[in-house]
């Protein structure tokens, strides 16, 4: 079975670029000819057109073994689904009655984990069972990630009423540090939300209670103006991985900075876009120092 997974978009523009080229490369001969010997011009001519004419074969011998590609991605997505369908409809029927949403869910997960390598999940109750689980499977691991230093994405501050659900966080990370694990995170935060001294006391808050006080390596970065409509879009700008054991997540967010989904994947494509993404942001990040004012940090920033 095929994991290829194939893209049209990619497929056609690939190919025009490909006749273009030559098209382009062909034309330019041409003329550097014609400008030698004018003679030449039949000849020349006959030649490009039979060049033009081979430059279109091997182009369509190309897209031929690129359409066999997305007849192979589409026949074992439908075999898969096939297969998955013929499991489910061994359950009893109103048994499958009763568990109708759950079933459909889980088989779209089975799809996604085998053809793609990545979960996607909605749910922060199954996010904090996998975000426990993954730091007591993968001890002594190094996790490098992105994040918001806000309330509303996911984070409390000192004062903020306790909970289970970051109870849950900050137990699992304080263990995992303690055991020899390493977190380093790179926050974003937006220039404009520090005017505000309650927001700027919050920030502070959530980098020095939540992160560095359990043994997180915190460094911060201006926010990206595009964030929020190209996260997890044209971009994964919100991610946690380990390079080590290729493995991560992509966060999703509304346009309020709420946490609206999680991606996990063991997919090395991915696992490189987190990579080259941090390389990027190391260029103008600046490591959180205690005591430090965050404007003052930004500033000296490029």
């Known amino acids: 079975m095929s994991n290829t997974k194939f893209n049209l978009d990619k497929f056609l523009r690939e190919h025009a670029m490909h006749i273009a080229t030559g098209t382009t490369i062909l034309i330019i001969i041409i003329f550097r000819v014609l400008g ?130 970051h109870d849950t966080i900050e137990n699992a990370t304080r263990s995992f540090i303690t055991n020899g694990g390493k977190i380093t995170r790179y926050f974003y935060i937006d220039g404009n939300l520090l005017s505000d001294s309650a927001n700027s006391k919050h920030i502070h808050s959530v980098l020095e209670y939540q992160q560095v006080a359990l043994g997180v390596d915190v460094h911060v970065t201006r926010q990206p103006n595009d964030l929020i409509a190209s996260n997890g879009k044209e971009k994964d700008y919100l991610f946690f991985y380990s390079e080590e054991m290729n493995l991560g997540w992509t966060a999703y967010i509304n346009d309020e900075y709420k946490l609206t989904g999680f991606t996990f994947t063991k997919n090395k494509k991915r696992i490189q876009k987190y990579k080259s993404t941090i390389e990027s942001i190391k260029v103008h990040e600046r490591k959180w120092e205690t005591g430090k004012k965050l404007v003052d940090v930004l500033s000296i920033q490029v």
């Open 36 to 165: 030698k010997d004018v003679d030449n011009y039949k000849l020349v001519v006959d030649l490009m057109v039979y060049a033009l004419i081979a430059e279109i074969a091997i182009t369509i011998f190309w897209m031929k073994k690129d359409v066999d590609t997305m007849k192979d991605w589409a026949n074992s997505k439908n075999n898969l689904e096939n297969e998955i369908d013929n499991i489910l409809n061994r359950i009893d029927p109103d048994f499958k009655k009763l568990l109708n949403s759950n079933l459909t869910k889980e088989k779209n997960y089975l799809i996604e984990a085998i053809q793609e390598n990545e979960i996607t999940i909605y749910s922060r109750e199954e996010f904090l069972n996998a975000y426990k689980t993954i730091f007591e499977l993968f001890p002594k691991t190094t996790f490098i990630g992105t994040s918001l230093p806000y309330k509303s994405y996911f984070w409390t501050a000192k004062g903020d009423l306790p909970d289970i659900e």
